[in-house]
Nanobody
């Protein structure tokens, strides 16, 4: 079955950086857009970034310039590099997969917690 496994979360001070990897199994990775979402306490889950199989990227406006999504198709892994962390970035970060050419995010990881202290 399909599995997406995130890691790399933790407690970090404001201004710090984290790199979140998500490794996929059970799917043909090169056929999928990969995305990152986050859910802060008391808020709805929101889109953060996505990357197409060929490397095209898209970001929510609030993270442009601080977050970078990338992928290594040989390792079936997508990364989210988060720089200049702010307390408002505190959330559970989820990895997701969407078959290229479709809009539905079909598969989700279990999430990794990122906590930013001020």
């Amino acid at each position: 079955q399909v599995q997406l496994v995130e890691s790399g979360g933790g407690l970090v001070q404001a201004g710090g950086s984290l790199r979140l990897p998500c490794t996929a199994s059970g799917l043909t990775f090169i056929r999928y857009n990969m995305g990152w979402f986050r859910q802060a306490p008391g808020k709805e889950r929101e889109f953060v970034a996505r990357i197409s199989p060929s490397g095209g990227t898209d970001y929510v406006g609030s993270v442009k310039g601080r977050f970078t999504i990338s992928r290594d198709n040989a390792k079936n892994t997508v990364y989210l590099q988060i720089n200049s962390l702010k307390p408002e970035d505190t959330a559970i970060y989820y990895c997701a997969a969407s078959l290229y050419g479709t809009t539905a995010w079909s598969y989700w990881g279990q999430g990794t917690q990122v906590t930013v202290s001020s």
